[in-house]
């Protein structure tokens, strides 16, 4: 009878777990199939997400404004950010692209002006291509034009691959907003409703969600606004000197800001250079001195206030992420490459992590000075001997227990 039962028990146990495989392979084609009908507008619905989750405090207090009316609550939220950051980048954006067509012509005819025989003639005697110089001056020329050729046809690459065909390009601007209509009132974050499905442990659900929110508003934070501050300060200082594609080379420099302390540098300072060799040498100091009074300066200060410790990420990763996803992703990359970098190592944590847990690795080990021996203090003595004693106490406990037993 026993054996019975055991038997129709197992063929009850096998049943469930076939249908339990074949209910998740039909999940498994079914997620597939809807994974390829949104392919196309994953992006946007990420970044309704993301920006949804940032602009949560916002839309609160706008909420609580207008009487708790969601609908008018939502509206406004999204036409403040529009008039704050849609309208100004858009026209940012814009100008430069007309600069950048232009920009590389620009910057050589430039560079063909300045007097190369006054470089040569101050150049010391003992220079190895002094006598060269002069037959190095038409490269040097193809050199730096070609340099700002390449920047500027990767610029508009970026910017063709945001906006690669206007019906494109519009269609998933309004999914964006139209995710974030649904996306705004919600009381919990996007990611964290998707994370709740994962069956992953909700301290891990709660990390990775609170990851991509912080590196989300860090990297807004940061390469956005400072990025603005600084292309808008160095633009304005090539403008004020007249230096050509001002627009444009503000544009490259809020990009190259994702490089702490010496990005915008690496445009002013060939700016500075220019000037210097067209004999323009008062608009040549001003330009030196805006870069350091102003330009460097702003980012030493809004950084820490702006960014702070949201990132958690060296600043080479921020670079390499950063520079990578606008390679892969167009405009956009700007904020998914760091996004996605950080998660990477969140997640690699988390698994370091529950690998200690369960005993299959030791997990980060501090650091410490191998040829110093730990000097025993007062308290961690105390704490010994009192660890002993109860010890000894409940050994004693025991043995009373089992007297009593017998």
């Given at each position: ?61 706008v909420f609580a404004l207008v009487g708790n009316r969601e609908n008018l609550a939502v509206a406004l939220t999204l036409l403040l950010l529009a008039i704050g950051l849609l ?25 063909e002006t300045v007097d190369l025989s006054v470089i040569e003639q101050s150049l010391p005697a003992w220079i190895p291509f002094k006598v060269d110089f002069a037959e190095l ?107 050509p594609g001002a627009a444009f080379w503000g544009c490259v420099m809020a990009v190259l800001s994702v490089i702490p302390g010496i990005g915008p540098t690496l445009v002013l ?138």
């Amino acid at each position: 009878m026993e054996d019975d039962t055991s038997q129709s028990s197992g063929k009850n146990s096998e049943r469930v777990r076939f249908q339990t495989f074949l209910i998740g392979l039909t999940a498994l084609a079914i997620g597939a199939a809807f994974l390829g009908l949104v392919w196309d507008y994953l992006i946007a619905l990420f970044l309704a997400a993301i920006f949804s989750a940032m602009s949560s405090p916002l839309y609160r207090r706008v909420f609580a404004l207008v009487g708790n009316r969601e609908n008018l609550a939502v509206a406004l939220t999204l036409l403040l950010l529009a008039i704050g950051l849609l309208l100004p980048l858009s026209f940012i954006l814009v100008l430069g692209g007309q600069q950048a067509a232009s920009v590389a012509n620009t910057v050589t005819q430039w560079v063909e002006t300045v007097d190369l025989s006054v470089i040569e003639q101050s150049l010391p005697a003992w220079i190895p291509f002094k006598v060269d110089f002069a037959e190095l001056s038409a490269t040097i020329v193809a050199k730096v034009g070609q340099a700002a050729g390449q920047i500027a046809d990767f610029f508009v690459t970026a910017l063709s691959q945001a906006t690669r065909g206007t019906v494109s390009f519009f269609l998933n601007l309004f999914i964006m907003v139209y995710a974030m209509v649904f996306f705004l009132p919600q009381k919990t974050n996007m990611f964290l409703q998707l994370l709740a499905h994962t069956g992953l442990p909700e301290a891990i659900q709660t990390s990775l969600g609170s990851r991509v929110i912080s590196i989300s508003r860090a990297t807004i934070k940061g390469t956005f606004l400072i990025g603005v501050a600084q292309g808008f300060l160095g633009g304005l200082g090539f403008w004020a000197t007249g230096l050509p594609g001002a627009a444009f080379w503000g544009c490259v420099m809020a990009v190259l800001s994702v490089i702490p302390g010496i990005g915008p540098t690496l445009v002013l300072i060939p700016g500075v250079i220019v000037l210097a060799v067209n004999d323009q040498y008062i608009a040549a100091i001003g330009l030196a001195a805006w870069t350091a009074l102003a330009v460097t300066t702003i980012d030493n200060l809004l950084r820490p206030i702006l960014v702070g410790r949201d990132t958690q990420m060296p600043d080479l990763l921020v670079l390499v992420s950063t520079f990578g996803g606008l390679a892969a992703f167009g405009a956009v990359g700007l904020i998914l490459g760091p996004v996605i970098a950080g998660l990477f190592i969140t997640i690699w944590g988390v698994l370091e992590e529950q690998l200690a847990a369960d005993g299959l690795s030791e997990g980060p080990q501090p650091r410490t000075e191998p040829d110093r021996e730990p000097e025993p203090t007062a308290q961690g003595s105390q704490s010994e001997t009192t660890r002993k004693i109860r010890e000894l106490q409940n050994e004693l406990a025991e043995l009373k227990r089992q007297n009593k037993g017998t």
